[in-house]
């Protein structure tokens, strides 16, 4: 490691766009750091090694005819979405290079039901390491690709969420048709059967919660949403989280695996969502799906979703924010919503 690179700070480690090495020379995530209870003194950016490249710090562009072993590390997030977007990406990559082989490295503290989708990627990934990792038993030839901490990229809230995936891959993103953007490796996952009851019974899903209040369905609405969906469809609804409505059923004890969740959504007759993993999920196996959006242009999500029909909520206020709890946005939110239930809003055609 280049001694020469000063530490950063212990505010910088955490918000640093890339990943960290440790004083001892390992490559970590700093969302490990945030989780944890380590030391945050002596923390370098792993960007600024040579040989390791990070797009945020320097645009590049990877020959994958010639890369056939590229290691990827602390791609593709700790969140259902993000990682199902990123793995797209490589996907993308696999389609037209077959022979690339990826290594992912991975944050050693993200949630189980995100590393589970990892586990059913299957053939995307030819190995999956948790971090730490120490530099010196990359390769001496490794092609090496530092996404982490991209939720502090300037590009992740500028660019559609594939295209900025690509980008961090070293691809032309323009080079890769939509086709190839639309998450439906999920398609060849293998995936659970549903519960009896469901098996052979046409339903609608409602994905109401996202992993922030602010891009969530308030709670105040969602039985008016529901009773908008079986009006329209005369079908039960299916969902996570209780509703006060006599023909919604809360499956949320159902989903007890990252796959079984996938399985509710493929076999969903259409989805109801906001801007959430379900929306991205439910675009891998073409179900119709009528998505809100609160804090972000939907172009910059559903842009290559044929079977989406996005909603944006005018809430210019809460215009790129990731995150929120705070009591103000989540008043603007409710108002918003409250809003929308006063008038119309498009529901999908349902799946055949």
Known sequence: MDRRIKPLGPADALT????LFSPDGRLVASYDLEAGDDSLEGYRAAAHQPGIFNADIERFRIDYRTASEVHVVNGMGVTLGDSIIGLTAMSAVKHAFPDVKFTLYRP???????????GLAGPLLSARITLPFPLSEFPDDATVIDIGNHLFWPDFAALPMIDF???ALGVDASSVPSSQKANRWLAGTSLPALPARWRDAPYVLFCPSASTPVRSIPQHVRADLVDRLVQRYDLPVLGFGPVDHARYVDVQSAAISTAHFLALIRCARCVLTCDTAAVHAAAGFDVPTTAFF???????RVRDYPACRAVELPLPQLRGIHASNQARDIALIERAYG?????TFPLPDLAG
């Open 294 to 300: 609160t804090t972000i242009e939907p172009a910059l």
């Open 339 to 343: 809003d929308l239930m006063r008038d």
């Open 108 to 118: 050693r503290r993200a949630p189980p039901f995100v590393e589970e989708l990892y």
């Open 16 to 19: 640093f766009p890339g990943s």
């Open 165 to 167: 995936f690509l980008g």
